[in-house]
């Protein structure tokens, strides 16, 4: 398997289902306590949704904290021991859906919301994904999207699109097999909502108290199709 690719990514994935649902469910990402989870409930509840798909859910966290909110939500994930956890804490609706297989026809409903947290990873079926959401939105539906700050990640490396090696630097060691991802520039991300019919209406970039860097970035786009 070409380690550099979307394939793998979601391999990756499914060798890290139960390490990861602990690491979310124990809070032991500091980042996501500290700023990034409240920074993407923040965002799609400012849009007052009454219904939302989180593509790329994991073991459903954010799905359940917006049902706590009053907004029924649907997740979808390629791994299914993903699913199965997020099933099992309950919340909303699950289904075991990888990115390419993702339609308006597939998930049988249309969204006030589609959102992304982490979980655009990859490149070509990142791209095909940007395609198919408009038809997953309703009518001036908003497709929000928050993803590592490209300028904090970039690290030392040429400022350009491209593949990256993973790593699970910080995370438990229990953790295996890091996946790839595919490194894309501001300019790319706001490049890849326009091509695919979305005007970009807001950019986020919340700040780790700790650190007083970018701890991501939150890109808000309105389908024009
Ligand atoms: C960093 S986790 C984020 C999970 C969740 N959004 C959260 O905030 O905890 C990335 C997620 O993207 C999912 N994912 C990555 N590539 C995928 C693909 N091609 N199809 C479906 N899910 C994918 C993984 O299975 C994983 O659950």
Avoid at 9 to 16: L, T
Avoid at 139 to 159: A, C, D, R
Wanted: aromatic share 10%; charged share 20%; hydrophobic share 45%.
């Amino acid at each position: 398997m070409n380690p550099h690719s979307d394939m793998k990514i979601v391999d990756s994935w499914g060798k890290n289902a139960s390490q990861w649902t602990a690491a979310v469910r124990e809070g032991q990402i500091e980042s996501r306590k500290l700023v990034t989870d409240k920074a993407i409930v923040d965002a799609v509840m400012s849009h007052s949704p009454e219904s939302v798909v989180d593509i790329g859910c994991g073991e459903g966290w954010l799905v359940r904290e917006l049902a706590s909110r009053g907004v029924r939500a649907v997740g979808v994930d390629a791994i299914p021991a993903l699913i199965d956890h997020a099933k099992a804490a309950g919340g909303g609706d699950f289904l075991v859906m990888p990115y390419e297989a993702i339609s308006h026809e597939l998930v049988e409903a249309q969204f006030d919301v589609a959102v992304c947290n982490f979980s655009l990873l990859g490149k070509e079926v990142v791209e095909s994904l940007f395609v198919a959401v408009p038809s997953l939105l309703k009518p001036g539906g908003v497709f929000i999207v928050q993803t590592l700050h490209p300028v904090v990640m970039n690290g030392n490396s040429p400022y350009v699109d491209g593949w990256r090696g993973g790593s699970w630097a910080g995370f438990s060691e229990e953790f295996v097999d890091p996946a790839p991802w595919y490194f894309r520039t501001v300019e790319s991300w706001r490049t890849l909502f326009f091509d695919s019919g979305f005007a970009l209406r807001e950019i986020h970039e919340p700040v780790n108290p700790k650190t007083g860097k970018p701890a991501s970035i939150i890109f808000v786009g309105e389908s024009e199709i």
